[in-house]
């Protein structure tokens, strides 16, 4: 039996090549890589102008069923797929975000994939990489800095000091920062207000970069940020505080593409780190639309269950962008489908068709999702040891009545050889021309009603509901000309409802809409439902506590 390794001992055995090869593998001169190190480096915004009148390639989604502690595999099938693609003779790219330290130090882990499917270097994705999270973090309380010196100076602008609507952020889990009160200690220190803390990845600057097309079109985003409101209710934008320019000016690598290679030495793009459930949870556009110009295919990722990530992909990625999806990917274990049928997990390793069947409604409603866009899926069966053959085949007989296929993918322990038939299918499925994608809702229609029709035809809830001031908030946006913005939900991941103790495929539950935030910058709305935070807290025990730096000087625990 082989020795068991794990990811980041995996990772440190690479053998990587140096980055230029890599860009050389994509027509990227030597010098438009703006390297950092020998295994990472930028693309420059030069050539990425050049580029845009070539045709683009196929674009491939992977997402998944709601994530449970069992785990499914969406990075590491990314991943996977790309060089799958590349080994059966496809020109691929893989594009996928990078990963917050707040999650790494907590519970959830890194974002470079794993086993035999990953992106390196991992250890410097899933720690401070080329340092694009803390310019958003340091752009974003620059503006807040700002917000308080104006009051401070005569508040000019006249700003309501109630209404302040801009939060700071850091990239870590910390709950005791949710709600503060800031400027205490006298006269000096400004004038006392309410305030708070979200998570990096939940800035609508991490949102805005994402979104961005260029250095000029991130500029003009950022001077729409909408910071707070006058006593008569109307808007302070940052461009008023004279914000934008400075802000852009720390962005100005960040904006870059970081270009790095997968385990099989295949190119990758990991750019952005959004989160699904609290933000639109894709990597850059910039990252995305560059990769389509280099790639025949590009294979990447939208964060948590379809429901989350592969929604806002679509209704908000997509429509602004311009993209046209050739196939989706749903991805699957027969570990987190039994959770979905009542196993506990220190029992998933023993067979149990019976709960498989019993879970297999919550993907059947995935795949019925993805297909309301009009986008063709493919169903990956990540494989585990553990899986029986008789499990494996109840989930194939459930997906092939939803018409549709699954595929047992073994690219965790194999690379690119145990995913072949994944990478065939695809390109059947995208060859074919068979898309036909169309956004869940048109732009006219009205904000409350888009929160609505998510809730019905998505989560299959029965209605959303939510306060006069809420409603009446959206009513005032609308008014002021961002009505025709998509909205971006920000609920639980772990379920179509927004009790994160519901699994399966629940129906007729009602979503209440708690708050709703209004990213003028970034170009969408923010729906707050149920209990959701947009700064999460640390568990009992968390990961931090097993990273360390061994005797050589390698780091240990990290995942």
């Known amino acids: 039996m082989a020795e068991f390794k794990s990811d980041i001992q995996i990772a440190r055995a690479a053998n990587k090549k140096p980055i230029m090869e890599i860009g050389n593998k994509l027509g990227i001169p030597t010098e438009h890589l703006l390297p950092y190190g020998h295994d990472k480096a930028k693309v420059s915004a030069e050539f990425i102008k050049s580029v845009q009148g070539n045709k683009d390639g196929k674009l491939i989604l992977v997402t998944a069923i709601n994530p449970t502690p069992a785990g499914e595999g969406k990075t590491t099938t990314t991943v996977g797929l ?34 035999y499917a990953q992106v390196v270097p991992m250890e410097d994705m899933n720690l401070h990489f080329t340092g694009d999270f803390h310019a958003i973090t340091t752009a974003h309380n620059l503006l807040s800095a700002l917000i308080d010196n104006h009051i401070y100076w005569g508040n000019e602008l006249g700003i309501d000091t109630r209404r302040v609507a801009w939060r700071r952020v850091m990239d870590m889990n910390d709950r005791a920062l949710r709600q503060i009160v800031a400027s205490l200690g006298g006269v000096a220190n400004g004038y006392p207000r309410e305030a708070g803390f979200d998570i990096t990845v939940a800035s609508e600057v991490m949102a805005i970069l994402c979104l961005a097309t260029d250095l000029k079109d991130l500029e003009k985003r950022l001077g729409d940020i909408i910071v707070a409101y006058r006593r008569d209710k109307s808007p302070v934008f940052a461009r008023d505080l004279k914000a934008d320019g400075a802000m852009a000016v720390l962005l100005k690598d960040a904006i870059q593409p970081n270009l790095v290679q997968t385990l099989e030495n295949n190119p990758a793009f990991v750019h952005g780190g959004p989160f699904a459930n609290i933000a639109h949870g894709c990597n850059s556009v910039v990252a995305t639309t560059t990769a389509l110009k280099l790639a025949d295919y590009v294979v990447t990722e939208a964060g948590f269950g379809a429901d989350l990530g592969a929604e806002k992909f679509f209704d908000i990625k997509c429509r602004k962008a311009g993209l046209q999806p050739a196939a989706a990917v749903i991805v699957a274990t027969v570990r987190a489908l039994k959770m979905n049928g009542g196993v506990k997990k220190d029992d998933l390793g023993k067979e ?19 297909k309301q866009f009009g986008v063709p899926a493919v169903v990956a069966i990540n494989h585990f040891g553990t899986d029986t053959d008789a499990e494996i085949q109840a989930v ?8 549709a296929d699954a595929i047992l993918c073994r690219h965790w322990a194999d690379g690119s050889a145990g995913i072949e038939e994944l990478a065939h299918k695809i390109v059947e499925i995208a060859e074919s021309g068979q898309s036909q994608f169309a956004p869940l809702y048109p732009d006219d229609m009205k904000l409350f009603d888009k929160i609505d029709t998510i809730v019905k035809r998505i989560y299959r809830g029965s209605e959303a509901v939510a306060d006069k001031s809420v409603r009446d908030q959206l009513h005032q946006w609308e008014q002021q000309g961002y009505g025709n913005l998509p909205v971006c939900m920000a609920k639980t991941q772990y379920s179509f409802s927004t009790d994160p103790n519901l699994r399966g495929a629940p129906t007729g539950h ?21 209990e959701i935070m947009t700064m999460p807290g640390l568990p009992k025990t968390p990961a931090s506590e097993r990273i360390f730096l061994n005797e050589e000087g390698f780091i240990e625990g990290l995942f």
């Open 396 to 403: 194939k007989d459930y997906v092939k009545q939803q018409g």
């Open 510 to 530: 009602v979503v209440p809409v708690r708050e709703v935030r209004l990213s003028a910058g970034a170009g969408f709305v923010v729906a707050i439902c149920g």
């Open 352 to 370: 149990n068709v019976d709960a498989v069947i019993k879970g297999c409604p919550n993907l059947g409603r995935h795949i019925e999702n993805v």
């Open 82 to 115: 790309g060089d799958g693609l590349n080994r059966i003779g496809k020109k691929a790219m893989v594009c996928i975000r990078e990963a917050s330290l707040g999650p790494n130090f907590g519970i959830k882990g890194g974002a470079a994939g794993g086993g």
